[in-house]
């Protein structure tokens, strides 16, 4: 499992046990497939039945980061595939990925990247150009 962009040894670092709980899996699932969704942790929880303050235990204790963390970890990795491989705007690219708020996109991509959406997209020029 990719754990949505977290290294596996993250991904087990909290826990004792290889196996993941299939309720985490599944939260891992919905996060990584369904990104650009609104997704707060009561509807994520609700997915897996579970109540939100025990949903979002589980997946700290198995991952090591929240699932708001994890959600975000991986919308900032699409966004700059996307800034990587497709002609459209940053505001374009933001919304695309599940960014409402494009300031906190651009302070969120610029802290994990060292560059702005702009500038990311300058230094990684698409490979069919």
Same mark, same amino acid.
């Given at each position: 499992?990719?754990?949505?962009?977290?290294? !596996?040894?993250?991904?087990? $670092? +909290?826990?004792? $046990?290889?196996?993941?709980?299939?309720?985490?899996?599944?939260?891992?699932?919905?996060?990584?497939?369904? &990104? #650009?969704?609104?997704?707060?942790? *009561?509807?994520? %929880? $609700? +997915?897996?039945?579970? +109540?939100?303050?025990?949903?979002?235990?589980?997946? !700290? #204790?198995?991952?090591?980061?929240?699932?708001?963390?994890?959600? *975000?970890?991986?919308?900032? =990795?699409?966004?700059? !595939?996307?800034?990587?491989?497709?002609?459209? $705007?940053? *505001?374009?690219? =933001? %919304? =695309?990925?599940? /960014?409402?708020?494009?300031? +906190? /996109?651009?302070? #969120?991509?610029?802290?994990? &990247?060292? !560059?702005?959406?702009? #500038?990311?997209?300058? =230094?990684?020029?698409?490979? &069919?150009?």
């Amino acid at each position: 499992m990719d754990c949505m962009g977290i290294e !596996k040894t993250a991904c087990f $670092s +909290h826990g004792q $046990s290889t196996s993941l709980d299939l309720r985490v899996a599944e939260m891992i699932t919905l996060i990584t497939t369904h &990104y #650009d969704q609104p997704w707060t942790i *009561k509807v994520l %929880a $609700s +997915h897996v039945n579970l +109540h939100p303050s025990r949903a979002g235990k589980l997946f !700290k #204790d198995a991952t090591g980061t929240t699932p708001w963390a994890a959600l *975000k970890i991986q919308r900032l =990795a699409a966004a700059a !595939k996307l800034l990587e491989t497709m002609f459209l $705007s940053v *505001k374009q690219v =933001a %919304a =695309a990925v599940g /960014f409402h708020d494009y300031s +906190h /996109f651009i302070r #969120d991509f610029t802290e994990k &990247y060292a !560059k702005t959406p702009s #500038d990311y997209r300058t =230094a990684h020029p698409r490979a &069919y150009l």
